[in-house]
């Protein structure tokens, strides 16, 4: 069984400053890590995605994650936000042995407000 | 890319009436496709998995009465609302996993939803 942690459930930022947010998993088997943007009344859009390689990920909308194996972690971050970024973002996980009848472990999501 | 369809996008009914939800994958085959349902500023939840040919597995807690799943096709899964009541009133989501050639990795790739209101 897998599991997720957003550790903030609101994250308030300025526009064109940082920001990271924070995701923590708990597996006992080796995993593939997501994450997806949602915008009010729309589905989710997959931002970027951990599969194997590199460690550092690169997505859209300018947007990267670090996987770190020894802290079970998959932050992530960008270096200056936007107004338009504001959004749900979902931290999520699926076993690599999946065969692809079994869905992602969703995290519980975090509100990124971005105020001018 | 894979692209996901959901419809109708919002749906408004009366109380012990039925609505359906069509999700489709538009360029791509899935034989398994997900439901989902996310209240208001919440987590998605999932409610059962769709697969091509056979029943929906359901999760625990989820009617399989109330919430009808048929997936007819491979491009095609139907989540039914029966008899719907204001407490069934949510955002319905699904999705539909497409493997990856290059990495072997199963991509679940969402639709818009469907924004369901029960008065």
């Known amino acids: 069984a897998q599991s997720v942690t957003q550790l903030d459930s609101q994250v308030p930022v300025f526009e064109e400053a940082p920001v990271e947010l924070r995701c923590n998993y708990s597996s006992s088997v080796s995993v593939y890590l997501f994450w997806y943007v949602q915008y009010p009344n729309q589905g989710l859009q997959l931002l970027l995605k951990?599969?194997?390689?590199?460690?550092l990920v690169k997505g859209i909308n300018g947007f990267e994650a670090e996987f770190n194996k020894s802290q079970t972690s998959f932050h992530l971050r960008k270096p200056s936000v936007h107004i338009s970024d504001t959004a749900e973002y979902f931290c999520a996980v699926s076993d690599r042995m999946d065969t692809g009848r079994r869905a992602l472990t969703f995290g519980s999501g975090t509100r990124l407000q971005v105020q001018p | 890319g894979a692209v996901v369809s959901q419809h109708p996008s919002w749906v408004i009914c009366k109380s012990g009436t039925s609505v359906k939800i069509e999700c489709r994958s538009l360029d791509f085959q899935a034989t398994t496709m997900f439901w989902y349902r996310q209240f208001p500023k919440q987590s998605l939840m999932l409610m059962a998995t769709?697969?091509?040919?056979?029943?929906?597995?359901?999760e625990q807690g989820v009617e399989k009465d109330k919430f009808l799943i048929n997936h007819a096709s491979l491009t095609l899964s139907t989540l039914t609302v029966t008899s719907a009541h204001p407490e069934d009133s949510s955002f319905y989501i699904c999705?539909?996993?497409?493997?990856?050639?290059?990495?072997?990795?199963?991509?679940?790739?969402f639709g818009a939803g469907s924004r369901l209101t029960v008065l």
């Open positions: 769709s697969n091509e040919g056979s029943k929906a597995t359901y």
């Open positions: 951990y599969l194997s390689g590199s460690t």
């Open positions: 999705s539909a996993t497409k493997k990856e050639t290059s990495s072997g990795a199963n991509v679940l790739t």
